[in-house]
Nanobody
Framework: QVQLVESVGGLVQAGGSLRLSCAASGRTFSRYGMGWFRQAPGKEREFVAT????????YYTDSVKGRFTISRDNAKNTVYLQMNSLKPEDTSVYYCAASIIQGSSSYQSYPYWGQGTQVTVSS
């Protein structure tokens, strides 16, 4: 079992930056691939980024490449999402998720989810 707790999101102006963190319980954090997803009102949950257990492999959806960076600190059982050059269309509830499957962009591969945190980007 893995429990995930996300940091509070926030309100930021377009072009600004925000870093989300997600703390995981348990002693086997490095075994899990971690992902970030987001869901805007009336839309399906969307893959954002994923990172392998070792942190050596990352993968992003095209719309955030070059702007977002996923990273992890296995000593702290924490995964991060650094978001730069934010756009109004990045406004969503952001979720972190954990899976034994490494590198998946499908939300169905992730059995463990955080509670979600609101990120709002104003124009």
């Amino acid at each position: 079992q893995v429990q995930l707790v996300e940091s509070v999101g926030g309100l930021v102006q377009a072009g600004g930056s925000l870093r989300l963190s997600c703390a995981a319980s348990g002693r086997t954090f490095s075994r899990y691939g971690m992902g970030w997803f987001r869901q805007a009102p009336g839309k399906e949950r969307e893959f954002v980024a994923t990172i392998s257990g070792s942190g050596g492999i990352t993968y992003y959806t095209d719309s955030v490449k070059g702007r977002f960076t996923i990273s992890r600190d296995n000593a702290k059982n924490t995964v991060y999402l650094q978001m730069n050059s934010l756009k109004p269309e990045d406004t969503s509830v952001y979720y972190c998720a954990a899976s034994i499957i490494q590198g998946s962009s499908s939300y169905q591969s992730y059995p463990y989810w955080g509670q979600g945190t609101q990120v709002t980007v104003s124009s």
